[in-house]
């Protein structure tokens, strides 16, 4: 490798990274502005506990409107409505 390419890659090194702090760094300003904006006190309190999480969920798992949605409703999955679907295609097969 030469010092040229050496330096050209740890520039490209050093942009991907300010690129990633600049990011969580707008993602978090954008949280906090909703944060003051619903009067959210604790998360402007400690904005980095949240970073991951939307300031709207409560936590509680059986609040309707953090909830899983198939839980709430008894709905079935993707995939276990394709096994059943696939389960009674080849029973309707096989009894013929």
């Known amino acids: 490798m030469n010092v040229g390419e050496l330096e050209m890659s740890d ?3 050093r942009e991907k990274h300010s690129e990633r702090i600049h990011q969580k760094e707008t993602k978090l300003d954008k949280k906090v502005k909703l944060a003051k ?3 959210h006190e604790h998360a402007l309190k400690n904005p980095h506990k949240y970073h991951k999480t939307s300031l ?3 936590g509680n798992p059986k609040c309707v409107m953090c909830m899983n949605p198939r839980k709430a409703f ?3 999955t993707m995939q276990e409505r394709k096994f059943e679907q696939k ?3 080849d029973e309707s097969k096989s009894q013929v």
């Open 74 to 76: 008894d709905e079935k």
């Open 37 to 39: 904006e619903f009067n």
């Open 87 to 89: 389960e009674l295609y």
């Open 11 to 13: 520039q490209f090194q």
């Open 56 to 58: 709207f969920n409560c």
